[in-house]
């Protein structure tokens, strides 16, 4: 079967970035939080999502992520979190994706910090539902901040990465 | 020019959401009203000045957080819950950012002066 080969050999790569974003997740679980506010992290995962997003098909993007996601809210048993990556995530995932097509990976750091953005606003919109207030809505400056550092800074990872690793264009 | 919007709209982010962080955080509650917001629903008023030093626990779901009231102030002393975050927020009066528990649907805030009220109902 030499049509099936190339098949097999991106799952293994989308399995093997599912695995590292996994266990950067789980890093990142064990650091203490650098601010005391809720949402606010640095998002080490992301750098793989940012990397598949320009590496790999939009639909293989977030199959890395939704597994991602998925595994690691079992793995903090934390639900909750679950509902924010989520709606944080799919927001983020559909603008990266789409300034992924526009523009090339010369352009990585400003669309991971406008990621980042989408992301914080998804979240927000995920706490008014969930809190049942709009109270929230305060938070979002403070997360924008802080989410446009953590996207540069993960923006900036994922640029390395992608320097050093030629990955296989399909 | 499309990388030229793309850097303008992120650096906007960021210059903008920093102004208006440290606006916010440096910025003096209107009243010295505070609210403890349980599920969308005010629980308690309280006029933090003239309050005695008390405890008021709140309950959701099962889970508890205990609130303290101390010299004018108010903080999370305990919470049923898997991070704490409320705990570790600290006091309210440090800043006027909102003492918040996700897990626990708990929001304590200094109350905002008018269109709040559409939040009880």
Redesign the interface.
């Known amino acids: 079967m030499p049509e099936r080969k190339p098949d097999i050999k991106r799952l293994t790569e989308l399995s093997l970035l599912t695995a590292v974003s996994l266990i950067m997740f789980v890093i990142e679980m064990q650091l203490p ?1 650098i601010v ?3 949402g606010v992290k640095l998002g080490l995962a992301n750098i793989i999502t940012v990397y598949a997003v320009y590496n790999y098909k939009p639909q293989e993007a977030a199959l890395v992520f939704t597994v991602r996601v998925l595994i690691g809210s079992l793995f903090s ?2 639900v ?1 979190a679950l509902i ?1 990556s989520f709606s944080g995530g799919v927001l983020c995932l559909l603008g990266m994706i789409l ?1 992924s097509r ?2 090339d990976v ?2 990585i ?3 991971s ?2 990621g980042a ?1 989408l992301h914080n606003i998804g979240q927000i919109i995920a ?1 008014v539902f ?7 809505i ?5 997360l ?2 802080a ?3 953590a ?2 800074f993960t923006g900036t990872c994922a640029l390395l990465v992608i320097k050093r690793i030629r990955p296989p264009k399909d | 020019m ?2 030229k919007i ?2 303008i ?3 906007a ?2 210059l ?3 102004a ?2 440290v606006y ?2 440096n910025k003096k509650p209107d009243g010295r009203t505070v609210e403890i ?1 349980s ?3 005010v629980l308690y008023e309280l006029d933090i000045e003239n309050e005695s030093d008390r405890e008021i626990t709140v309950e959701f779901d099962g889970r508890k957080n205990i609130i303290k009231i101390e010299n004018s102030d108010v903080y999370v002393s305990d919470a049923e819950c ?2 704490h ?1 409320c705990m ?3 006091r309210l009066s440090q800043s006027g ?2 003492i ?1 528990c ?2 626990n ?1 708990l ?1 304590i ?1 200094y109350k905002e002066g008018g269109g709040e009220l559409d ?1 009880r109902t």
Not at chain 1, 138 to 142: E, F, G, K, N
């Open positions: 939080p005391p506010v809720p048993g934390n909750t924010f300034i526009i523009s010369s352009m750091v400003p669309a910090v406008i953005a706490a969930v809190m049942n207030t709009t109270a929230v305060s938070y979002l400056p403070y924008l901040f989410g446009s550092i996207g540069a | 499309k990388k793309l850097i709209i992120s650096a982010i960021f903008v959401s920093g208006l962080s916010l955080y917001i599920d969308g629903k898997y991070d975050t570790k927020m600290g950012v909102p918040v996700l897990p649907k929001i805030r939040a």
